[in-house]
């Protein structure tokens, strides 16, 4: 369960956030959609706590992302944007790492690292040094080492930003399955058509604030418009920077 | 908290054990002090024995006036080459070190007790022909005695009268301080070894890690902040001190197993407990340079920027290491107190076989070490700062 309240944040002169307030529940893929700039990756660095933010709260069942860091970092899964991997380490040593991190080991962790190189289709490259992988094969080393701990909340930034069409459909199965398992998931995006077909929830931002809530069918509702993209270029005021 | 700590430290190594950059900066900075430190033996013993053993080619003109003369240069390991068309001009390419002129009159002067001139025709602007000339004058200046010594026994007067002072040089050095003159330059090729050995693993996992991407990922972990800096911080220290235990155990195999009076005529020796002594003396260097580096690459942009200050460090240590190998100072508390400046003191009287103060030791220990502490307090602090996903 993700909670967030009025959040403000400024990079010198640049407001990037202007009091953003979203929740996300358990059990629902919550989609954060906005052109490039609108403010989407700040507020998941504030959720993920690598970022202060200047005024208002970001919670994690509960937990203040700002006061207690490592209590939100325990419960939280994240596929930030730019997600680099040890190019001298194998896919299994960049997982294994991140497992122990969180406290894992012994069997029961080279028991999950193996769960997840088979649930990614790893095998056949889960025991070389990650130089020179596609970015497929890196995403999926990197989701793989961040629900290594198996976290209640996901947080994705751009989950399927370069990926092929192959890689695109694994990623959206992997998000469907962690819904049924009844985790929070929380992802951004800047394509209209990725959120359209995987989103319980959508939430609108541009500019550095809300500019709508609800269900596919709540935003349809609201705009007046049959077509899902229709709705969400209304609602922001024009299609630029979207996909 | 030492857990994470360990796991961020073992990762580490590993990654930069694979990493063939990391480790040959490790072994080069390890071996390049004992191997020029070797080169500069070889060459300083080369050019002292054959300047001195070579029979001095003098090219003579007029030697047909001066066969006494002549005959004692000879006789002095001199040999005399026949002079040459343009002596000024040969002399000032660089043909001839020294030549020397022989007047006419030579031979009837010196009958009648005139002066009789010679010329040594000399480049004083040539550093290399300095140990010629000096030999040329040398002997030229006793045969003047022993022909002024001669005139005064036949005219019944002791040749000692021309001696109201006689001047005495007794050299107190050591053969150990002698050697130590030319062990002066140690003390930096320690400090060398100390602040290159880990400086690409200090750099790979700090700027290298946010120039790759993966310092964000790797922020979001349970992990506090402290460990990972502490992680990191150990792993560089690891590299250096194998780099520093690497120096030594190569300078004591070039001290002890390399015939090395054959080279400088001295014996250099330096035994296995001094260099014990030097290894613990330098030990808080290692932590000192390991913490300014994880540091500046905390704060540097990218890699090559951290990489860039980093080269610079190890001159700063060297500049007081210069000075002292010119000046030979008295060590006291304050200049032991400085970082590297202390233990090049202290490692140079450790070489010299001087006695070394407890207190000056611990002193040098603690100081080193405090400030070690306080940068790693610095990088923490660094680490804390959002702007860490960003540089500076």
Known sequence: MIQVFDLHKSFGKVRALKGVSFAAQNGLITGLLGPNGAGKTTSLRILYTVLRPDQGRALVDGFDATTQPLEVQKRIGVLPDA?????????????????????????????????????????????????????????????????????????????????????????????????????????????????????????????????????????????????????FVEIIGSGEGLE | MFDQMWIVFQKEVLDNLRDRRALATTLLSTLMGPAIMLLLLMVIGRTVEQQIEKPLELPVVGAEYAPNLIQFLKQNNVEILPPPDDPEEQVRVG?????????????????????????????DSRQSSALDVKRAERLLQRYNDQIAALRLITRGVSPSILLPVLVETIDVATPQSQAAQLLGIMPYFIIFAVFLGGMQLAVDTTSGERERNSLEPLLINPVPRRDLVLGKLAATVLFTTVSLLGTLIAFALLFNLVPLEDFVGTRVSLGVAALVRIFFI??????????????????????????????????????PGMFLAFVPVKPTLWMI????????????????????????????????????????????????????????
């Open chain 2, 95 to 123: 043909d001839f070190e020294v030549v020397l002129v022989i007047s006419r009159n030579f031979g009837e002067n010196l009958q009648s007790g005139i002066p009789a001139t010679v010329q040594l025709i000399v480049d």
């Open chain 2, 337 to 392: 107190l400085i970082p590297t400046f202390g233990q090049q003191l202290l490692i140079n009287q450790i070489m010299r076989a001087e006695p070394v103060l407890p207190l000056n030791v611990w002193a040098s220990v603690l100081m080193t070490l405090l400030i070690a502490v306080l940068l790693t307090i610095l990088a923490i602090r660094l680490y804390h700062r959002e702007q860490i996903l960003f540089g500076r």
């Open chain 2, 282 to 319: 330098s030990l808080p260097m290692v932590g000192l340079a390991s913490a300014i580096q994880i540091v500046f690459a905390a704060f540097s942009r990218n890699t090559k920027e951290a990489q860039a200050y980093l080269s610079f460090l190890p001159l700063i240590p060297a500049l």
């Open chain 1, 83 to 231: 997600s680099g991997l040890y190019s001298r380490l194998t896919a299994r040593e960049n997982i294994r790492y991140y497992g122990r991190l969180h406290g894992l080991h012994g069997e029961a962790l080279e028991r999950k690292i193996e769960q997840l190189i088979k649930l990614f289709d790893m095998q056949e490259f889960a025991d070389r040094r990650t130089e020179g992988f596609s970015t497929g094969q890196r995403v999926k080393v990197a989701i793989s080492r961040a629900l290594v701990h198996d976290p209640p909340n996901v947080l994705l930034d751009e989950p399927t930003h370069g990926l092929d069409v192959m890689s695109t459909r694994a990623m959206r199965q992997v998000i469907r399955r962690m819904r049924e398992e009844g985790k929070c998931v929380l992802f951004s995006s800047h394509i209209m058509q990725e959120v359209s077909a995987l989103c319980d929830r959508i939430i609108v931002i541009a500019r550095g604030e809300i500019v709508a809530e609800g269900t596919p069918d709540e935003l349809r509702a609201r705009t007046g418009h049959e077509n899902l993209e229709d709705a």
